[in-house]
């Protein structure tokens, strides 16, 4: 190993982690670094102290490391060289180097937070950003800190850039290995593949093309997962020569099927492996000299306001697709074909986004509750952001791990010791002993990519699944679809190492209740209507295709959504009873008293219900009394608006009797807004005391708010009210002559002959607002219109009454009506 391009930067290594105890090295995909780098710390004094923890993001990496570096120093993985995996573990008390997956330094930070044994840890990787690595590095910088200052820290990346690195680490060293690489050729698509179009033809015509341009070599085809690795196998099968053989790795094989693709090709015999991501850069693949890149990688991505995480496929980064390329220049020159035109490249993002940016934190936060700290605490390259946080902690509420103030309950510190996510862990803990094998089933099938192959992979019952993980050849017989056995058998045996001493289980009862332990939010009620769409307990909608045979089910728990923002496909579920939602549940249950204004009904309903969440699982009618009921029809004046009511007369005038006053009083008037949306808006005050009784639009229609109104402003307003601006004005023959304040200025109507011997004009606002006067005439028919009544007497009067004398000869038509007696009264008729 001596030759490996690292060994120029071991020596620069070894002085910054004796002298400063921290380092960042860069180092391309080939140069050695994940092999060679720990090997030679080994020998360094300070390495006496403890062990040399080097973190992998994958188990299949950890345990490929942990292999090659106890074969070059002639021992088996376990000696001086170990690993730890989920499940699996070699380490002896002679280990000097444990390889492990990042998840588990976090566990064992929780217990030990000093890391007692342990010289140095290194991040290897760190350019792929997994959540796990972004905390471990984060926590074992606080232990440095706080607990350890001779723990040394070592971050190894093949592309992040080392100066941001350095930086968190208060300006640790940076070493640099260029590496050595055989130039690759890139060949581009002369034409964009459709956008809808799936990528395995293309893929499958492609790798044929490359083998046959390129007569050595092995082939490294990257794919986002391994549904597609399937598809192309497939497509390729029969169309290979016969010393080709295509070869699928991917991070769900069991580990001898994935040592397959890490050995070298037979002498005479080529292979094409068919990989995800994960051949990046974590593994070295001998042989390969041609690489075809699908150009699509599969993320999960969480939404904080949908409270869920969703698979998406997206494009590479340009990050990404150069550490692909690589790939094939690592032994000899060689080509790289991409599935994607030269344009298309430019639109490509530089570097993928770190996954704590964009993933569930309910892990993230349950560990650092444990771990006594907030973000904010801890040194991060990205913080978590705080929306997905937030979500996380209310989670980790919901499941009892946290307490009200956050602080990690005893069953919380149980479920981050659990091989499993914070919501699989909290079921299987959860779960009643006779119920944990299935517990464990289920809990393996969803974190696997599933049991069921083809079509039948869009069966959305769990129960089917579980069947055809119970027994295959009967649900292939039964259902008619394929069961993927060696996915089965994996998830068989991780099912078992879940349920510990639990015994086999028969049947799926109690599935539902399960299901729900581990996705309490997402518990759903069908709505009303004949397609199957449901309501989930956090508030988000859901459905199910139409014709989907768990559509007529009234309560599901959906275990798989597709995270989409307006309304969640369901993907996997299982039925759930009302009952054992009730008793499950019961101590989060809300009791609740509800009057409202129905908008679909249009009328007021008071209920008691018992409530999940978003879900009403009781309800019954009653009556909640007069003050609810007027509240309620409050929300109902604002859904109908306040042309509803029954505007009177009597109401409409002292409505613009107010107005017309509050604008003479101004900003210092204490009179109300009786503007429609005024009115609206305080319809709490004179509104709901007098509308218990009214329940639906019909009885809004029926009522006249004139004695709300009056009521509303009280005794004194309404005197002050009564004296600036009155509502009829009294005419000299003892008649009531409405005013009308919708006009400016506001005016009176009044027969002529009520008027005689009213010498001065008419006025309001204790004589400082003059009215506009209309005489009528005895057929209260309008005449004029004066804004001078004194003067009208002496002029116009005249003309007037040689007009009407001869219409009206039985009224009085005096010469002077200033000093006229006024009349109610016409002459009797003569004999």
Do not use: N
Request: aromatic letters at 4%; proline letters at 8%; a neutral charge.
């Amino acid at each position: 190993m001596t030759d490996l391009p690292i060994e120029e930067a071991i020596p620069a290594l070894r002085a910054a982690l004796r002298e400063e105890g921290l380092a960042v090295l860069e180092a391309p995909p080939g140069a050695g670094k994940t092999t060679r780098v720990p090997l030679a710390l080994m020998g360094e004094d300070w390495a006496a102290q403890g062990r040399i923890l080097m973190l992998e993001p994958r188990r299949v990496a950890a345990r490929a490391a942990a292999e090659r570096m106890a074969e070059t120093l002639g021992e088996a993985a376990g000696e001086r060289i170990g690993y730890r995996i989920r499940g699996e573990s070699r380490i002896s008390g002679r280990t000097r180097v444990e390889v492990l997956t990042e998840g588990i330094l976090t566990r064992r930070m929780q217990s030990d937070p000093g890391l007692e044994g342990v010289a140095c840890v290194i991040f290897d990787e760190f350019h792929e950003r997994s959540i796990h690595a972004d905390l471990g590095l984060a926590l074992c910088l606080q232990a440095r800190s706080l607990l350890r200052p001779d723990l040394r820290i070592l971050v190894m990346s093949a592309t992040l850039d080392g100066e941001s690195a350095a930086r968190l680490m208060g300006g640790a060293p940076v070493i640099r290995s260029e590496g050595r690489a055989f130039p690759v050729a890139l060949r581009w698509r002369s034409t964009p593949l459709p956008p809808a179009a799936r990528i395995e033809p293309a893929m499958a015509e492609t790798i044929l093309e490359a083998l046959a341009a390129e007569p050595q070599g092995d082939l490294l085809a990257f794919l986002p997962g391994a549904p597609e690795i399937g598809r192309v196998q497939a497509a390729l099968s029969g169309r290979l020569p016969s010393h080709i053989e295509a070869i699928p790795l991917h991070g769900a094989l069991p580990f001898a099927e994935q040592r397959r693709a890490l050995l070298p090709a037979p002498e005479g015999r080529r292979r094409v492996v068919l990989a995800t991501s994960i051949a990046e850069t974590s593994l070295t693949l001998p042989g390969v000299r041609i690489v075809v890149d699908g150009g699509k990688a599969r993320r999960a991505r969480f939404d904080p306001g949908a409270g869920m995480s969703r698979l998406v496929t997206e494009r590479v980064s340009k990050a990404e697709a150069a550490q692909r390329a690589g790939r094939a220049g690592r032994v000899a020159p060689g080509t790289a074909w991409r599935l994607w035109t030269e344009a298309e490249e430019g639109a490509l993002a530089a570097q993928p986004p770190p996954e704590i940016r964009e993933a569930d934190l309910s892990a993230l936060a349950l560990d650092l509750a444990i771990w006594g700290a907030a973000p904010e605490d801890l040194l991060w390259l990205d913080p978590p952001p705080a929306a997905a946080y937030a979500q996380g902690v209310e989670l980790l509420k919901a499941l009892g791990a946290l307490d009200a103030e956050g602080r990690p309950t005893p069953h919380g510190r149980a479920m981050a010791s659990a091989p499993l996510g914070p919501r699989l862990g909290h079921m299987l803990l959860s779960a009643p002993p006779e119920r944990k094998p299935l517990a464990a089933r289920l809990a393996a099938l969803l974190e696997d990519r599933g049991v069921l192959r083809g079509e039948a992979r869009r069966e959305t019952d769990l129960r089917r699944h579980l069947e055809a993980l119970a027994d295959p050849g009967r649900y292939e017989a039964e259902r008619g679809g394929a069961v993927d056995r060696p996915a089965r058998a994996r998830i068989l045996e991780e099912a078992k190492r879940l349920a510990g001493r639990g015994g086999a289980t028969e049947g799926v009862e109690g599935l539902g209740a399960l299901a729900a332990l581990a996705f309490p939010d997402r518990v759903a009620q069908r709505r009303k209507g004949e397609a199957p769409r449901y309501l989930l307990s956090g508030g988000k909608g859901g459905f199910l295709d139409p014709g989907d045979p768990l559509g007529d089910e009234p309560w599901l728990v959906a275990a798989d959504l597709d995270g989409d923002l307006r309304e969640t496909r369901i993907r996997r579920a299982a039925p759930i009873s009302r009952a054992e939602i009730l008793d499950l549940f019961a101590d989060r249950l809300q009791s609740e008293e509800v009057c409202q204004w129905s908008r679909p009904q249009g009328a007021s309903l008071a209920r008691r219900r018992k409530r999940f969440g978003a879900l009403i699982l009781e309800e019954e009618a009653f009556d909640p009394g007069p003050e609810a009921w007027g509240l309620a029809a409050v929300e109902g004046l604002r859904d109908l608006g306040i042309s509803a009511l029954d505007w009177s007369p009597a109401a409409q005038r002292l409505r613009d009797r107010v107005e017309w006053l509050k604008g003479r009083e101004g900003a210092e008037s204490d009179l109300p807004d009786w503007s429609d949306a005024g009115l609206l808006a305080s319809a709490e005050d004179w509104f709901a005391p007098f509308a218990g009784a009214l329940r639906r639009a019909a009885d809004f229609a029926r009522f006249d708010p004139a004695e709300a109104l009056r009521a509303s402003l009280g005794h004194e307003r309404l005197r002050r009210l009564d004296r600036r601006a009155p509502g009829s004005f009294e005419t000299p023959a003892g008649t009531r002559a409405p005013i009308d304040y919708s006009v400016h200025p506001p005016a009176l109507e009044a027969r002529l002959q009520h008027l005689f011997g009213l010498a001065r004009h008419p006025s309001i606002d204790e004589g400082r607002a003059p009215l506009a006067v209309r005489l009528l005439s005895p057929a209260d028919r309008p005449m004029q219109t004066t804004g001078d009544l004194p003067a009208f007497w002496r002029g116009a009067y005249s003309e007037l009454r040689k007009d009407m004398r001869g219409r009206y000869p039985r009224h009085e038509w005096p010469e002077d009506p200033a000093s006229a007696a006024p009349t109610t009264r016409a002459k009797p008729r003569k004999a």
